[in-house]
């Protein structure tokens, strides 16, 4: 059963910095890309993060220069590093998957990710 296991998050103060991780299991993710995102009630998804088979980051305007998106392949596991936080960045995280073994380096559109992680909330205090 392929499944995405998220840890991390928490409450943090503005400015402050937390660290989220996402491991896969069921089948290696290697050759997948991976992201995250973000959702706050009556608001849409939003696509925070990306990155490819072969580490080629993406990521959205309002967090590029703060937050880093990584990956260890050998443990199957993607991370997002934030950093600077404010906060306008509480929201439920979420990490994703591609369902295949693309091998594309992107940019990706938001609906190639069809694998889900469970969720985590982020809140960052003022």
């Known amino acids: 059963q392929v499944q995405l296991v998220q840890s991390g998050g928490g409450l943090a103060q503005a400015g402050g910095s937390l660290r989220l991780s996402c491991a896969a299991s069921?089948?290696?993710?290697?050759?997948?890309?991976m992201g995250w995102f973000r959702h706050n009630p009556g608001k849409e998804r939003e696509f925070v993060a990306a990155?490819?088979?072969?580490?080629?980051?993406y990521y959205a305007d309002s967090v590029k220069g703060r937050f880093t998106i990584s990956r260890d392949n050998g443990k199957n596991t993607e991370y997002l590093e934030m950093n600077e936080l404010k906060p306008e960045d509480t929201a439920v995280y979420y990490c994703?998957?591609?369902?295949?073994?693309?091998?594309?380096?992107?940019?990706?559109?938001?609906?190639?990710?069809?694998?889900w992680g469970q969720g985590t909330l982020v809140t960052v205090s003022s």
């Open positions: 994703a998957a591609e369902d295949v073994s693309s091998w594309s380096s992107g940019p990706f559109s938001d609906g190639i990710f069809e694998l």
């Open positions: 069921g089948r290696s993710f290697s050759s997948s890309a």
């Open positions: 990155i490819s088979w072969n580490n080629r980051t």
